[in-house]
Structures are given as structure tokens and as C-alpha cells.
């Protein structure tokens, strides 16, 4: 491990809750509801996150408790099916059905596991209803994703075929793409978990080799080596390097051999080198501050730092899994100041006192930052776009040059230094 | 349980949070776990505020919950105070703390800090936002003033003149959060300093605890939103004999109203010099002959109390429209809406179900849609002209311009917000029937996008909603369905339907041409 300082902070957090990761999640899989078992809270949370007035009617809800299902447990789980009941005979296409713990579920201790196996047995054929928690006292924000991949990994066909596996939601394209360089590496079947419809699930056994995809899926994992797979240890594939020795595990897991690699990578990365280089003259030694939210803070700042340039002031974490970040951690410079935990109050001091020319933060911090002149970049956007690989590596510099470069064309400094 | 897909109304410690936020000095510690912080980019995003929410949540965690989280809230109560140095502090908590019952309010008592301390009980599991904004309101000014009420003199309708000074007010009920509260302020501000009345104190945008201790100086409340204001008026009316007026100046005529009431409230003359109804624009634009195609333009209405309640009768009396059908997703002013929608004729749609709303939509075929963001949505996939009058907010009613709703600026914004998306659905419909002659160019297209004036979307839903009832025995004959075509489309729906109508009346199995044209005559009766 490199030399960073790691210091854990303890005090008001201000990040989303593992709910906010069905507004991706239901993208993802088309034939998958959330129902989200919690209070107005969590369904006004979602709905602010995900901004979802432009659809019909959305692919998640919340089933509201009410004053009377606070009183008696026996009857929360009569209510509970009976919106199930009404909820499946209204959306048919519904396949796979997830109850999502909350905080208050949790708190009250609704035994979700117990509903899905009681429901799942009503809808035999049908539906498959599983369960998993998204609460804001367990988990983060991405957190979410681990939890509704964990609930679908029993399901998951047992095989001992070879197979790469990937795993952890990626955008459509991006996804395509890096199957694409798989192939030319001459591994053949590649499999993706969450697939994209819920109900194809892909297959597990001692001949997958698992790539993790996101650096959020600790839990995740651990159930796909239980069910035999070999999680192959890389770092996450972001920016060049990132996504250069990600391809590598694999294909060093396939024993592919060097020259193969080294000759379908090096024309990607040339021209993604190529294509970075307007992005790193406007952010090299611009100084970073990454607030906690994503759990992507550690491989962006390994990006931004080693590859644009950038200086890390500091890098906040919500939690740290120091054994899947072990290769994360060894690529990072010396003395990297990475915070796990937060006190936000204390941290904004920091970053005042900093003065960092950009700042990754969650959207309820942003503008408040902006108006004191910080510039700003939302950490969900990294989330929702298509980032992964290293045809993406200038498309993920260009997110955190825009506000730089905005703010040159807005502010009056443009003309000074001009 | 109520399985809910999205909702009007947050919980009712966001209303907790619109109180803390509109106001100066005033910090909230909210007991909630790391998720509710979402709660700030309500804030800093929607209302693009520069400053974060003034609340510090306790985000406990789930292995805080063995140990002492009465501990955890005293710390970030002693630390709140210390860090942002409050004159008042307001403590309360979330949905899920309010289950492990730590009672945050008499834990801070307890501490004996130095500062006014509101205790906010807010029944996260029965009540909502509107609620939670009315009771904080009141809650926060019975706390700072409850002490001073036995011995404060007791106003009368003429204490300024015997005081020899101009009569003040209190302008109260806006707050973030709420629609063009911003704006509301400074027209009611200005319209009563043309009247000869100032202002007390604005609560609770931009007032401080202090000011608020000042509130009972006022001679009269103007109670611009009751959902946020009403209790703390009737309060003050009941301790400090401050009475407040019922009208809410939304719209010429009501605007007038409000004027004559607060006038009397006051005891003085009322100035029909000063309060033309030619201070607005509305009532000529409305009269003027361009307008005559507003006559009998079928509106539907949505939002919260105040706005509909205000937008029913300026459509009623002002526009010349008439109200197909209305409701609000506020229970808190069901009893106010089901009486206007009465005197309408009409009986008011009370639900928090949006769903629930666009059928009833549907049924009542308005020409023009008058609801919140969701209903906008709603009339858009209808292909139906709509306008923005109620919250819940959204980025896009927080204007860069100046665009009150209030008073005579804002009866003219509201004749443009409500006119323009009907012309623009002429326009479309003209695309329609210019879209075949040979100048004409694919990519002609109004806000209403691809749901325009030809066979589209809209027509599909129309269709989609008869096909169960109507489609077994009733069959439209091609030239019955050409000579349908020809009807402009936003009403072609309520065309369609009043012909299978007059065909299952009559016992015509076909419907060509003819019907269509009978019926139509049948109708126009």
C-alpha cells in the first residue's frame, strides 16, 4: 500500500441514502419494479433525485406507511400485500419485484426477507419478488446497487463454464464497447450482471472470472465467490491506466497472451492520450477537493491526479473496503489525505481554507459553494454517464474541465490574463 | 399503507425546513438519518439558493441505535448553537426519529442553552409538507410571543390614528418553496404603499425571531397564503386582537376584494382613485376582441387551495371560461375548494393521487389544463395546452424575471401564463392544416413538440379511452373517421366521444359523416 494518510471524521454527513440508486437501477432493467417500503420521506427523496415528473408512470413507488401499520406488525404485512396484489395486477409486465427496505422499515423491523418469500410463493411464475435494504442508517447512495445485485445473486443459474462476468451497472454503450475489446482479446463469453432484462440473469460457478465494474459492490462480490466465482483484483476502470490494468486482469485471468493485449490496446490508448491532452492543460495543477458521496472518489482522484495533473487536496470517502480498493490505494501519490466518514460543517471549513480550484460534491452543496466562488461538480452525474473504459477516459476529463472552463468564459479573470 | 409513485407533497418536516430556510437567525436541528439531507438541493437547486438550508441533521446510523443517540442529539445541538450562533433554535425530527423517540425538543430544553427553543412535533406518519410549514409558522411565533401576550396592549381598529401614524400590516405566509412567493411580496408591498399602508414585518421570507417578536405592533395580518399562515393569524387575532384578512389578492376582482377588506379592517377610506381595475392589463386584454376565442374555453384546474380556489374565479369571472372541473392534493383545504367548486356547479376531485387527477382530466376534455408541474406532464401526453399555477415547485417556476401572481403585475402575468399555451395550440393546430401544402417544412413545431395538430398521440389516447366501452358496437365508417380528422385537435377527443354519444342515442351502429354532423347539431343546442 502507497503512502496515504487515512483519517476517519465522524459528525452530520450530507449524502444520499442507498434508495437514490433506483434511479438508475430501474433504468438498467426495464421488466424490474422497486417498491420502496419506508415513509413520504423516501418517496419525496426519490422523486426530488431523480427528478421523474416526464414519466407515466415510474418503475419504482413507495408504499407509504401509515399511522395504523405502526401499530401492529401482523397488519403492515397484510397492507403490504395487498398494495403488492394491486401493484402487480396493474403493471403485468412486471418480472421481477424488489422490496426495498428503508430506515423506518428497518427500524420497525418489518421482516421484508419473510414478505418476499411469502409473496414470491403467491406470484409463483410470475413474479419473482425479492428483497434487499436501501436505508439511509445501513447504507450510501451506491450502496443501494450492492444491495439489489446481493438479492439477485441466489438466483443467479450455477455453471461451470468459463466465463468474464462483469459486474456493476454500466451504461449501454459503454458496456457494448468493452465487450467488443473482450472479444478481440479472445475471451468469449462475457456476461454482465444486472443484466438488462431481470429475468436473464447470467451464470455463476468456479469457471467465472469477475470483474468488478463499480467500486461499490463489496457485498456483492463476497456472495459471487461464495457461489465459486474468482474475483479478479484490479483497479476500476476509469481514465487510461485505470481501465488499462482492469482490461489486464482479465486478461491475465484468460491467459491472453502479452503481445495480444499489449497490440489491441495500445491504438485505444493512443488516441485516448491524444484526445486528453486539450483536458489536461486546463486541469493540470488545478488543486481538488472530493467531498464524500459515490464511493467513485478514490479511482476519480487516481485519474484526475495521475493522468490530468490535478493536485488532491482531499479525498473523501463514505466508507473505505481497503481490500477492493488495495489497487486504487497503491496508484495514488504519495500522502494522499483521504478522509473516510465526514463532518461536513468541518470539511467545508477545510475546503474553504484550501481554496481548490474544483470541488466534487453532492447537488445539495453545490450552488451554496458556487456563490462563494468555488467551482463545483456534481458527484451523481458520474453515476448516470457513460465514463467507463478508455475510448471514455477524455469524455471523463472533459466532466471536471467544463466548470474550469465555464468559469474562464463567465469570469472578468479571462480578460487579465488573456 | 398507500402505494404512492410520486407524490405532491413532501413530508411535513420539508414544511419544517421552508420555515428555517425563509428566515434570518433561525437554525433547525433535525434528528434524521444521512438520506434526509436531500433535503438541501430542494433548496439549492430548485430555488437556486446560494446558501445551504440553515439545519443540522444528527444522520445517526444504524449502530448508533444500540447505544445513545440522546447523547448524539445533545452533541449536535451544542454544536449547531455553537457553530452558527442562532437567536432562536427550532428542533424537531424526521419520519424514522420520530420512532425511536428520543424527544430532541425536551433534550435541548434540557441543556440550558441560552436561546428560545422551539419544539416541533410533526406526525411525519399522518401529516405533510403544507402542514408541517403551517404548523412551524405558528409554533415558532406562539413560542417567541406567548410570554409577552398577557401584557401587550391590545390593538384597536384605530390605535394608529390615535397613535397619529400611518396603519402597518403584517404581510404573512410566504416562504420558499412556494409559488412566486418572491414576487407576491413586493407587488402586495407596493399596491398597499400606494394605499397609504406600511408594512410591519414580511414573515417568514426574510424575517428574523427578532422581527417576529415585533408582530404583534402590526394593526392588521394579511394572510397571503393561508395553508402556511392561516393558524398563526387566527392566533394573533385571538391573543393580541389583530385581525387578518380571508382574501387572497390573486387576480383584478379579488385583488379589488382585498383591498375593500383590508381597507375596512383598517377603518380607512379605500382610494378608488388609486385601485382602478385599469392597474392591470387584464380586463382589456380580456375585452378586447382578439379574446373573443376565449369564450367558453373548457379549464381545468389543479393545485394546491389558494391557487385554485384563485384561478377558478378569475377564470369564471375574468376570462370568461368555464371550469370543467377542479381540485386540490391539499386536505387542509378540501372544505375551501369543495365550496368554490360548488358554487360552480362542480364537485371538487380531493387526492394526492396524480394518476387519479389525469383520468378525471380525461373526463371532464378541457381545452386548457391550469396545475401544477405533474398536471403539465399529464396535459402534455393528453395534447392539451397547460399552465403552471401551484406548487409543487420546480426549477422553471422560480423565473429570473419578475412574475408575481399577486395583485395587478400579477393578473397580467397570469393572462399571458394562461393565454400564450392556448395560442400556441391554435398555432399547432393550424401546423395541422397547413402541413400539406407544398411550403410547408417537417420540424414546424410549437412547445407542444410532436403531440400537435395531426394524428398523434393525443388522438391515440382518445381513442384508447372508448375502445372498451364503445368500440363492440359502434364502428366508424372511413369517411367518418376523414370528416373527424378535419376537427382541430384539441377538440376532436370531445368531438369523437359526443358522436358515439348521439349514436348509442339514437341506435346507429355506423358513424359516417352525417353523424358526426348531426351530432354535432344535437350538441350545439
Not at chain 1, 135 to 143: A, H, R
Not at chain 1, 326 to 344: M, S
Amino acid at each position: 500500500m502507497s503512502g496515504s494518510t487515512l483519517l476517519k471524521e465522524t459528525g452530520p454527513r450530507e449524502v444520499f441514502c442507498g434508495l437514490t440508486s433506483i434511479v438508475w437501477l430501474h433504468r438498467r432493467m426495464p421488466d424490474a419494479f422497486f417498491l420502496v417500503v419506508g415513509s413520504r420521506t423516501c418517496a419525496h427523496l426519490i422523486q426530488s433525485a431523480a427528478g421523474v415528473m416526464i414519466f407515466a408512470e415510474p418503475r419504482f413507488g413507495t408504499a407509504i406507511l401509515e399511522e395504523r401499520d405502526l401499530a401492529g406488525l401482523a397488519d403492515a404485512h397484510e397492507e403490504l400485500d395487498r398494495v403488492v396484489k394491486n401493484l402487480l395486477k396493474r403493471r403485468p409486465e412486471i418480472r421481477t419485484l424488489f422490496l426495498v427496505g428503508s430506515c423506518p422499515s428497518e427500524v420497525i423491523k418489518i421482516d421484508l426477507a419473510r414478505a418476499a418469500e411469502r409473496l414470491t410463493s403467491q406470484f409463483k411464475g410470475q413474479v419473482t419478488i425479492l428483497n434487499y435494504s436501501g436505508s439511509g442508517i445501513e447504507t450510501t447512495f451506491t450502496q443501494g446497487e450492492d444491495g439489489a445485485l446481493k438479492a439477485l445473486v441466489p438466483l443467479m443459474p450455477s455453471s461451470r463454464e468459463s466465463q468474464l462476468l462483469l459486474v456493476g451497472t454500466l451504461a449501454n454503450p459503454v458496456e457494448d464497447r468493452l465487450k467488443t475489446i473482450f472479444n478481440r482479446l479472445g475471451i468469449q463469453k462475457i456476461s454482465s450482471f444486472p443484466p438488462r432484462q431481470s429475468t436473464e440473469l447470467p451464470s455463476i460457478g468456479p469457471g467465472t472470472k469477475v470483474l468488478l465494474a463499480q467500486p461499490y459492490l463489496t457485498d456483492t462480490a463476497r456472495v459471487l465467490k461464495d457461489r465459486g466465482a474468482e474475483i479478479l483484483q484490479a483497479p476500476f476502470p476509469l481514465g487510461v491506466e485505470g481501465s488499462k490494468l482492469w482490461i489486464e486482469a482479465a486478461a491475465n485471468g484468460f491467459k491472453i497472451k502479452k503481445d495480444l493485449v499489449e497490440s489491441t490496446l495500445e491504438p485505444l490508448i493512443t488516441r485516448a492520450q491524444k484526445a486528453l491532452k486539450p483536458y489536461i492543460e486546463q486541469l493540470s495543477g488545478k488543486k481538488l477537493f472530493l467531498l464524500p458521496e459515490s464511493q467513485l472518489e478514490i479511482p476519480l482522484a487516481r485519474f484526475l491526479s495521475n493522468e490530468c495533473g490535478m493536485e488532491l487536496i482531499e479525498v473523501g470517502i463514505p466508507y473505505l473496503n481497503r481490500q477492493m480498493m488495495e489497487p486504487e490505494l497503491e496508484l495514488l501519490p504519495e500522502n494522499t489525505k483521504i478522509i473516510e466518514g465526514q463532518h461536513v460543517e468541518k470539511q467545508l471549513d477545510r475546503v474553504r481554507e484550501s481554496n481548490p480550484d474544483l470541488v466534487v460534491c453532492g447537488m445539495g452543496l453545490a450552488n451554496p459553494l458556487e456563490a462563494e466562488g468555488i467551482s463545483t461538480k456534481w458527484s451523481i452525474e458520474m453515476v448516470f454517464s457513460p465514463i467507463h473504459g478508455i475510448d471514455q477516459a477524455s469524455d471523463l476529463a472533459e466532466l471536471f474541465a467544463r466548470p474550469l472552463h465555464r468559469n474562464n468564459l463567465l469570469s472578468p479573470k479571462t480578460l487579465e490574463t488573456a | 399503507m398507500e402505494l404512492t409513485l410520486w407524490t405532491y407533497e413532501g413530508p411535513p418536516h420539508i414544511g419544517a425546513m421552508r420555515i428555517a430556510t425563509s428566515m434570518k437567525g433561525l437554525h433547525y436541528v433535525l434528528h434524521a438519518p444521512q438520506g434526509d439531507t436531500y433535503a438541501d438541493l430542494l433548496f439549492t437547486m430548485i430555488e437556486r439558493r446560494g446558501s445551504r438550508p440553515p439545519v443540522t441533521y444528527t444522520t445517526f446510523q444504524a449502530k448508533d441505535l444500540g447505544g445513545d443517540t440522546a447523547e448524539l442529539v445533545k452533541g449536535h445541538i451544542s454544536e449547531a448553537v455553537e457553530r452558527f450562533k442562532p437567536e432562536a433554535l427550532l428542533v424537531g425530527e424526521s419520519c424514522t426519529a420520530e420512532l425511536i423517540q428520543d424527544q430532541p425538543g425536551s433534550l435541548a430544553k434540557g441543556m440550558g442553552l441560552n436561546l428560545p427553543i422551539i419544539s416541533l412535533e410533526l406526525p411525519a406518519y399522518s401529516k405533510k409538507e403544507n402542514w408541517g410549514a403551517a404548523e412551524t409558522f405558528y409554533q415558532l411565533v406562539r413560542g417567541l410571543l406567548k410570554d409577552i401576550a398577557e401584557d401587550f396592549s391590545k390593538q384597536s381598529k384605530i390605535s394608529w390614528k390615535e397613535a397619529g401614524r400611518r396603519p402597518r400590516v403584517n404581510l404573512l405566509g410566504p416562504s420558499l418553496l412556494g409559488f412566486r412567493c418572491r414576487d407576491d411580496v413586493l407587488e402586495i408591498q407596493k399596491i398597499l404603499g400606494e394605499n397609504g399602508i406600511d408594512i410591519n414585518v414580511i414573515a417568514p421570507l426574510g424575517a428574523a425571531p427578532s422581527d417576529l417578536i415585533r408582530l404583534p405592533k402590526a394593526d392588521a395580518n394579511v394572510c397571503l397564503y393561508p395553508e402556511i399562515a392561516e393558524s398563526t393569524c387566527i392566533w394573533l387575532e385571538r391573543n393580541f386582537n389583530i385581525p387578518f384578512t380571508t382574501t387572497v389578492p390573486i387576480g383584478v376582482k379579488a385583488t379589488q376584494d382585498f383591498l375593500e377588506e383590508l381597507c375596512s379592517l383598517l377603518d380607512i377610506e379605500i382610494s378608488s382613485l388609486i385601485n382602478k381595475p385599469e392597474k392591470s392589463k387584464l380586463p382589456w386584454y380580456s375585452k378586447s376582441v382578439d379574446s373573443n376565442y376565449l369564450t367558453g374555453k373548457r379549464v381545468f384546474i389543479f393545485g394546491d387551495g389558494t391557487h385554485v380556489i384563485a384561478a377558478a374565479r378569475i377564470a369564471n369571472e375574468e376570462l370568461g371560461f368555464e371550469v370543467v372541473g377542479m381540485g386540490t392534493y391539499s386536505r387542509e383545504m378540501a372544505r375551501k375548494v369543495r365550496a368554490a367548486a360548488k358554487e360552480l356547479g362542480l364537485e371538487a376531485l380531493i387526492t394526492n393521487d396524480y394518476l387519479e387527477v389525469e383520468e378525471a382530466m380525461k373526463d371532464s376534455a378541457p381545452e386548457l389544463v391550469l396545475g401544477t408541474q405533474m398536471e403539465r406532464h399529464s396535459a402534455k401526453r393528453l395534447g392539451i395546452p397547460c399552465a403552471v399555477i401551484s406548487t409543487p415547485m420546480h426549477v422553471q417556476d422560480v423565473p429570473a424575471r419578475y412574475s408575481p401572481q399577486m395583485g395587478w403585475e400579477g393578473a397580467n402575468v397570469i393572462f399571458d401564463d394562461w393565454v400564450h399555451p392556448l395560442m400556441m395550440g391554435l398555432e399547432e393546430h393550424l401546423i395541422g392544416m397547413f402541413r400539406h401544402d407544398f411550403e410547408f417544412k417537417d420540424g414546424h413545431q410549437s412547445h407542444l413538440g410532436h403531440l400537435g395538430g395531426h394524428t398523434n398521440e393525443s388522438e391515440k389516447i382518445s381513442k384508447g379511452m372508448n375502445q372498451t366501452s364503445t368500440e363492440k358496437t359502434l364502428l366508424w365508417t372511413p369517411e367518418g373517421e376523414l370528416e373527424l380528422s378535419k376537427i382541430p385537435f384539441f377538440v376532436r377527443g370531445k368531438v369523437r366521444r359526443n358522436t358515439e354519444k348521439y349514436a348509442i342515442q339514437v341506435g346507429c351502429k355506423q358513424i359516417d359523416g352525417e353523424t358526426l354532423l348531426d351530432a354535432k347539431a344535437y350538441f350545439s343546442k
